[in-house]
């Protein structure tokens, strides 16, 4: 019901691009920072533990650039990142409209004609529909991170890293990767707007909404996740 009201009676263009473009600034552009930082230790982690676990050498040292890359892509960067892209984005969602709740300016903008779901809610929408292209960046940033701890850590070299980069890879995996995050961009930004919207209380509530939409958006993340995979990769 939310969503259907979300596109009713829309704003007008102008004002909607100025909001388009400062949720983007605010929700994608923003997030860069501490996703690529969380990213590269990803990446160099998830190098390490399995350069670490090859005490078989009949394995190729190949497997550790294979093992970054398909971590990476298939779930580290589009599953990881969402999980806690909903406790930044999500509890800032929440908590910036739950305020406006409390504050009474959602019944004043009721009060001058303006639909608020589509003044709040649709921008946030908009937005987060370039969260594919913040995951791109992280896939890239997490397997730079897990080149530097295996070749400058010297636990393979920069031709055998490649290769294990380079094996079997389907592109499908990335178009894989990009529909989950599609879906989770939808989710982290509906979840928290109604858990925002539709909070009762005064200043309180506020934390106590944005803890709920943070819970119920990573669960609705997993779900989502586990159902995608059984659709797209079985």
């Keep these: 019901m939310m969503l259907l009201g979300v596109f009713k009676r829309p704003t007008k263009a102008i004002v ?3 909001l388009i473009l400062k949720e983007i600034d605010d929700l994608v552009i923003g997030s860069i ?21 090859l005490d078989n050498p009949l394995i190729p040292k190949s497997l ?6 398909q971590s990476i892509i298939l779930e ?6 969402s999980v806690i892209m ?3 984005v999500g509890s800032y969602i ?3 409209i739950g305020t406006m709740r409390v504050t009474e300016q959602i019944d004043a903008l009721e009060v001058m004609g303006i639909n608020p779901l589509n003044y709040l809610i649709f921008p946030k929408i908009v937005a987060l529909a370039f969260y594919p292209f913040l995951i791109a960046i992280i896939m890239f940033i997490g397997i730079f991170g897990g080149f530097l701890a295996s070749v400058y850590g010297n636990l393979v070299s920069l031709e055998e890293f490649v290769v294990g980069l380079q094996d079997t890879f389907i592109p499908w995996h990335v178009a894989y990767a990009f529909i989950k995050t599609i879906v989770f961009g939808f ?11 539709y909070m009762k209380g005064g200043a ?5 909404a944005s803890t709920t939409s943070f819970v119920w958006t990573c669960v609705s993340i997993i779900i989502a996740n586990y159902l995608l995979t059984q659709l797209l990769l079985t």
């Design 86 to 88: 909903a406790g930044k």
């Design 76 to 81: 580290f960067a589009p599953t990881f990142i």
């Design 16 to 18: 909607l691009k100025e």
């Design 94 to 96: 929440t908590s910036s």
């Design 204 to 208: 309180l509530e506020v934390g106590k």
């Design 187 to 197: 989710l982290l930004a509906t979840i928290p707007s109604y858990h925002g919207y």
């Design 33 to 53: 920072g501490i996703t690529a930082f969380i990213s590269l230790f990803m990446g160099a982690v998830v190098a390490l533990q399995t350069a670490l676990n």
């Design 64 to 69: 550790i650039g294979f093992a970054t890359r």
